[in-house]
């Protein structure tokens, strides 16, 4: 539906642009091209009151147009959201306090007082007070 209303509209732009390059500008136009034809088949008033009601009527389609494409592009937006946009709706992620014992990671729990990491030598005691080494 959006992509055909779209199609319409660029078509409609398009005759939009054609009927009013066509118009009289202050000095002339295809309404007073003179010559055979236009004073024949249309007339010279009545070429500009032709081409003038177009011009409304184009324009009228075109800004109808752009007004329903609106509103059908602000509800498939509303249903049809990429995640992007989703997550942009939601706001950003509420962050957890970390534990007290200093885990930051989700599952890890931390270590006892006086534990080593692994790979590391175990602390050796301190030698009794009094005796040398």
Request: charged residues 10%; proline residues 11%; aromatic residues 4%.
């Amino acid at each position: 539906m959006f992509t055909f209303l779209l199609v319409v509209m660029i078509l409609d732009g398009l005759l939009l642009s054609a009927v009013v390059l066509m118009q009289a500008g202050q000095g002339g136009g295809l309404a007073s091209l003179g010559g055979g034809t236009t004073s024949q088949v249309l007339g010279g008033r009545q070429a500009t009151n032709l081409l003038t009601r177009m011009t409304w009527w184009t324009g009228g389609i075109f800004m109808g147009l752009a007004l329903l494409l609106s509103l059908v592009s602000s509800h498939r937006g509303a249903t049809g959201a990429s995640d992007v946009q989703k997550r942009l709706r939601q706001g950003p992620p509420v962050q957890q306090p970390a534990p007290a014992g200093g885990a930051s990671i989700p599952g890890l729990t931390p270590a006892p007082p006086g534990a080593t990491a692994p790979g590391t030598p175990a602390p050796t005691a301190p030698p009794p007070a009094g005796k040398k080494p």
